[in-house]
C-alpha cells in the first residue's frame, strides 16, 4: 500500500542544534516533496519544495534532501530557536496534480 | 483580504444537523483545495476545484460532502446529516496555478464538533 511516514515521536533537542526530520514513502514516484510547518490552531504553511531532479534545496536556515532511490526527505533546521518549535508535515503528490498526500507530521520542540 | 479566509472558524453541530464552511481564496487564485485534518493527523484531500470546475472529488468520504464553487472565487463544503465521524478541522487551500507545482496556501481552518 501506499505511505508516508514521519518520526512519530516528538524531537526535543536544544537551542542552536540542527534538528533533523525524516519522511520515507513508500510505492509513490512523486514528482516533488513538500515541507510545510503548522502551528497549534493554524493551517499548514508552506516552506519548501524539491522536485524528483534536485538532491539538496536550501533557504535561510533550512535544508530539505531528497533521494528517491531511498524514497527519503530529510528536512534540516540549522541554529534552531524556541521559535522554530511546531508540527512538520511533508506533502507529495502522487499524480503530476492537483492532490497532495501529507504524512501525520512531526513534532519539533526547541528548549532555550 | 491577504490571505486564505475561512468561516466559521468554530462550528459545533448537533448529529444530524446540516452545516456549511465557507471559503475565501486569495483573490485571483486558480485553484482551490478542501483537505480535511483529524487531531494528530496530517491533512486528506478531499476535492480540487479549478476556477468554478470541479476537477476531482475523488476525497469526499460520503454523499453527504457536497462542495461548489459557482462563480471560481468563494467556495463552499456542505456536510449534511452530520455524524460524530465528521468531527475535524476543515480546511481549504489556494493557489495561483492551474498546477500542483507551486505554493498553496492554507486558511487557518474551520473546526467542526458534531455532538
Known amino acids: 500500500s501506499q505511505k508516508i511516514e514521519q518520526n512519530s515521536e516528538a524531537l526535543n533537542i536544544q537551542e542552536g542544534k540542527t534538528a533533523t526530520l525524516t519522511c520515507n514513502y513508500t510505492?509513490?514516484?512523486?514528482?516533488?516533496l513538500q515541507w510545510y510547518r503548522q502551528d497549534p490552531g493554524r493551517g499548514p504553511v508552506f516552506l519548501l519544495l524539491i522536485r524528483e531532479n534536485e538532491k539538496e534545496k536550501r533557504k535561510e536556515r533550512l535544508k530539505v534532501t531528497f533521494d528517491t532511490t531511498l524514497k527519503q526527505s530529510l528536512f534540516h533546521i540549522t541554529a534552531s530557536q524556541p521559535a522554530d518549535s511546531a508540527t512538520y508535515l511533508c506533502a507529495l503528490d502522487p499524480e503530476y496534480g492537483n492532490k497532495l498526500v501529507f504524512g501525520a507530521g512531526t513534532i519539533l520542540r526547541v528548549k532555550s | 483580504g491577504a490571505g486564505v479566509s475561512q468561516s466559521p472558524r468554530y462550528k459545533v453541530a448537533k448529529r444530524g444537523q446540516d452545516v456549511a464552511l465557507r471559503c475565501d481564496p486569495i483573490s485571483g487564485h486558480v485553484s482551490l483545495f478542501w483537505y480535511q485534518q483529524a487531531l494528530g493527523q496530517g491533512p486528506e484531500f478531499l476535492t480540487y476545484?479549478?476556477?468554478?470546475?470541479?476537477?476531482?472529488k475523488s476525497g469526499l468520504p460520503s454523499d453527504r460532502f457536497f462542495a461548489e464553487r459557482p462563480e471560481g472565487s468563494v467556495s463552499t463544503l456542505k456536510i449534511q446529516r452530520t455524524q460524530q465521524e465528521d468531527s475535524a478541522v476543515y480546511l481549504c487551500a489556494s493557489s495561483p496555478e492551474d498546477r500542483g507545482y507551486n505554493t498553496i496556501y492554507f486558511g487557518e481552518g474551520s473546526w467542526l464538533t458534531v455532538v
Open positions: 510505492n509513490y514516484s512523486p514528482a516533488y
Open positions: 476545484f479549478q476556477n468554478e470546475a470541479q476537477l476531482d
